[in-house]
């Protein structure tokens, strides 16, 4: 079987608690397809491993539930610096499930 692999455009934006985490949201259609896909195959915390593409950056991270059933995309700082993304920038991602 092929990894499914979704692209969706999302603004970025910044976690409101401690810390400086910055997240995308993946849609939610795109969201409940893959909690029907990975039901049963999920990490820790409900976390899917994802490979993610943004502009000329391709890197290896986690997925994570929350509350209102869609996920969460976390995005590291040397990507947010090598794409030039701010807060409320629209990001364009392609996501591939791994493990498939």
């Known amino acids: 079987m092929t990894a499914p692999r979704y692209h969706f455009t999302a603004p970025l934006w910044q976690y409101p ?3 400086s985490w ?3 949201t993946v849609p939610e259609e795109i969201s409940d397809d893959i909690a029907a896909l990975t ?3 999920r990490k820790g915390f409900g976390s899917v491993r994802v490979s993610v593409t943004v502009g000329t950056s ?7 539930p929350t509350k209102s ?8 700082k040397p990507i947010r610096t090598t794409e030039n993304l701010t807060e409320g920038t629209p990001v ?6 791994a493990d498939f």
């Open 17 to 19: 608690g401690e810390g």
């Open 22 to 24: 910055y997240f995308v």
């Open 39 to 41: 039901a049963g195959r």
């Open 58 to 64: 391709r890197w290896q991270t986690s997925i994570f």
């Open 69 to 76: 059933g869609t996920y969460v995309l976390p995005v590291k």
């Open 92 to 97: 364009e991602t392609e996501l591939e499930l």
